[in-house]
Structures are given as C-alpha cells and as structure tokens.
Nanobody, 126 residues
C-alpha cells in the first residue's frame, strides 16, 4: 500500500517555474515506478512524466519535454516535478502516481498505476 500526498501547486504567471512535490507517507517510492499526470477542466487525465526506477531514463510527454523534469529523492521518499517556462495550457490538477514497474511501453498508461495522490492545482495566468 502506498499513500501519496502532492503539494506545491498554485497560481503563477506564464513563463515562471514551479516545483511540485509528492511524498509517500506509506510505502517506499524506490520500489515503484513513479509518474505525474494532469487533468485540465473538461479534459481527460493525461500523462506528463514517468520513471520506472532510479537510474532509468525518464519518459516525458511531448507537450512538456524540455521544460519539465521528474526527479526522485529516495532518502526523503519524495518525487518532484520541476516545471519551467510554464504556459497557459499547463493549467491543470497534477497527480502523482505509483505503480509496480510497468513495462516500458506502458509507463504512460493510467492503468499502469495503482496508487494516486489527491492532486494539486496549478493555474497559469497571462
């Protein structure tokens, strides 16, 4: 069982940076594939970034590649999403997720993740 709690969301202007945190209060993130997804109003939840294990390459959605970075800090049982050059279209609720090592081709699939946080709102304004 894994309990995930996200934080760090807020309302920011376009172009600035924001860092989201996801802390596992139960479970150990180093044992899981960790991912970030987001859901904008009226849209389906979509993949943002995922890492199967420390040392593996991180996979990013094309929309955030080069701007967002997923990082693990296993000693703190925490995963971060560093978001730079934020755009209006990045506005969404961001969710952290943990799953049992999906195969590489499935790391972007919602169904690969069993545990989800409650989400944190990110609003980007002009």
């Amino acid at each position: 069982q894994v309990q995930l709690v996200e934080s760090g969301g807020g309302m920011v202007q376009a172009g600035v940076s924001l860092r989201l945190s996801c802390v596992a209060s139960e479970g150990t993130v180093s044992n899981y594939a960790m991912a970030w997804f987001r859901q904008a109003p009226g849209k389906e939840r979509e993949f943002v970034a995922a890492n199967r294990r420390s040392g593996d390459a991180t996979i990013y959605a094309d929309a955030v590649k080069g701007r967002f970075t997923l990082a693990r800090e296993n000693a703190r049982n925490t995963v971060y999403l560093e978001m730079n050059s934020l755009r209006l279209e990045d506005t969404a609720v961001y969710y952290c997720a943990a799953g049992r090592r999906p195969i590489l081709s499935q790391v972007s699939a919602l169904s690969s993740y069993n545990y989800w946080g409650q989400g944190t709102q990110v609003t980007v304004t002009s």
